[in-house]
């Protein structure tokens, strides 16, 4: 017989449904659920891994913290927020959080304000607007990110912006030059993945997977990531003070507090995380900056010039499981 969810469960689905709203690299989505009384666990989906862009899972456990991020704002929204336990069983790394729910009803709690923002966030790639983002937010995204445990580097004046525009650009052709990246990134583009993975701008999902395979695109990528870089108002690296996957968790909540503040004073971001990525230009971005510690993300922030639809998402039952 089919089960039928009580009114309680669905409430607690609804949770469940902002917190796959969430950003996630490649758009792989690498979470599941489950719900064991008034708890919802949170699991890595480690089937769903990058291995060569992400051979440590550390952009996989950020992406679940976003997800853990939004679940926890939604909760605090429908006024069922109890507390939340991080990576509660050693033996159990998949288990990254145990999210403790009020039963059902009640107020909405503080830190509830940044609901409407989780279904209006998105990832920006075009160009922003020329305008600047003033110094006070600036300041508010700063502290947001230090409240989730990482801190926030802002990088607006145009001379330190080159010099990340640069490391950004050199990153992304050493990424483009390895065939077993491309293949990895053409894996995400496959024109039957409708509810994940992503588009490439400017290529037709038939042959994008096997233009992005098939070419070296370094070079024209490096170009048009210098140019996005340089003229975006903010770029801003977020990072962690270690880098433990506890550290990896928090970054992807502080992230995901901070795109959504971003995003309720009408900022949109996207990711430029290629010098990151590349193992070797990591400490080298690093060395750039002026906080201690682990830079997990680096992002452009501004004003977006047009309305863009939103990416696929996978439906609940994909990310559910019932036992
Ligand atoms: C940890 C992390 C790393 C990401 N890295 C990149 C990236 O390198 N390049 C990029 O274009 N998008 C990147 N993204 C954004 C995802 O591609 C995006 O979240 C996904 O396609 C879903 O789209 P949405 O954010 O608009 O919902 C990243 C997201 C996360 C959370």
Aim: glycine residues 6%; positive net charge.
């Amino acid at each position: 017989m089919a089960q039928v969810d009580t009114p309680a469960t669905q409430k607690t689905l609804a949770l469940i449904e902002h917190a796959i709203l969430a950003p996630s690299s490649h758009n792989s989505q690498p979470w599941r659920f489950r719900l064991v009384d008034n708890t919802i666990e949170l699991r890595a989906d480690r089937a769903r891994a990058l291995p060569v862009t992400d051979p440590y899972d550390r952009e996989l456990t950020i992406s679940c913290g976003c997800a853990l991020m939004n679940l926890m704002v939604a909760a605090r929204h429908f006024g069922r927020f109890k507390g939340v336990e991080l990576l509660p069983k050693r033996m159990e790394p998949d288990l990254l959080a145990r999210v403790q729910l009020e039963p059902v009803s009640g107020e909405a709690q503080s830190g509830s304000d940044l609901f409407d923002a989780i279904a209006q966030r998105r990832t920006y790639r075009k160009r922003f607007a020329a305008r600047p983002v003033p110094a006070t937010l600036q300041r508010r995204l700063m502290a947001v990110a230090e409240a989730g445990g990482a801190w926030l580097e802002c990088v607006a004046e145009a001379k330190a912006k080159h010099a990340l525009a640069e490391l950004i650009a050199e990153a992304d052709r050493m990424l483009w030059a390895d065939p077993s990246w491309r293949r990895e990134l053409a894996l995400w583009m496959h024109p039957s993945r409708s509810r994940d993975g992503m588009v490439m701008p400017g290529l037709p999902g038939p042959i994008a997977n096997a233009v992005v395979r098939s070419f070296d695109m370094g070079d024209g990528q490096a170009a048009r990531d210098r140019e996005l870089a340089d003229g975006s108002p903010l770029l801003v690296v977020l990072g962690t003070e270690r880098d433990t996957p506890k550290d990896w968790l928090a970054a992807g909540e502080a992230l995901q507090g901070v795109l959504l503040t971003a995003c309720k004073a009408g900022l949109q971001a996207s990711y430029l995380n290629q010098p990151i990525q590349v193992a070797a230009m990591r400490q080298r971005l690093h060395s750039t900056l002026v906080h201690a510690g682990a830079p997990q993300v680096l992002l452009r922030l501004g004003y977006p010039q047009e309305d863009i639809s939103p990416a696929s998402r996978r439906s609940l039952a994909e990310v559910l499981d019932r036992k």
